[in-house]
């Protein structure tokens, strides 16, 4: 019987493939909460640093994602998790924002949610949730 971390890291690739086909990344949700961090608390260059390495990190997308399951493959579950979410673009905020926007422009359809790229988010999403540290 495979471990719930061989489970989370085939779910990771899988979900990271299909990012990669759609497309999908999380550069510009961190570019615009470091614009949120930068105008409104603080702005300093360790925090332009720092956004600029997750900024680098996000924008890999899919590929973060499957690395990160690769990692949760080999017992790394702590960093792995963090790459899947950086690579994810903290997807589950983005599709809860989407679903409010459909709902309230009257457009909610349940084909809108089956695209590929959500597809991918919400398995790096369950990937993320299943990983324990063993």
Do not use: C, H, Y
Request: aromatic share 6%.
């Amino acid at each position: 019987m495979a471990s719930k971390n061989s489970k989370a890291m085939g779910i990771a690739i899988v979900a990271g493939i299909l990012l990669l086909i759609a497309g999908v990344s999380g550069f510009a949700t961190w570019e615009t909460i470091k614009d949120f961090v930068t105008t409104n608390i603080m702005d300093n260059s360790i925090i332009q640093i720092v956004f600029a390495i997750i900024i680098f990190i996000a924008s890999l997308g899919s590929i973060a994602v499957i690395a990160g399951g690769l990692l949760i493959g080999k017992n790394k579950v702590v960093p792995g998790k963090l790459l899947i979410t950086l690579g994810a673009g903290l997807g589950l905020i983005g599709l809860i924002f989407s679903i409010i926007v459909a709902l309230a422009e009257r457009n909610l359809t349940l084909g809108s949610f089956f695209s590929i790229g959500i597809i991918g988010l919400i398995l790096s999403i369950v990937a993320r949730a299943i990983a324990k540290k063993e």
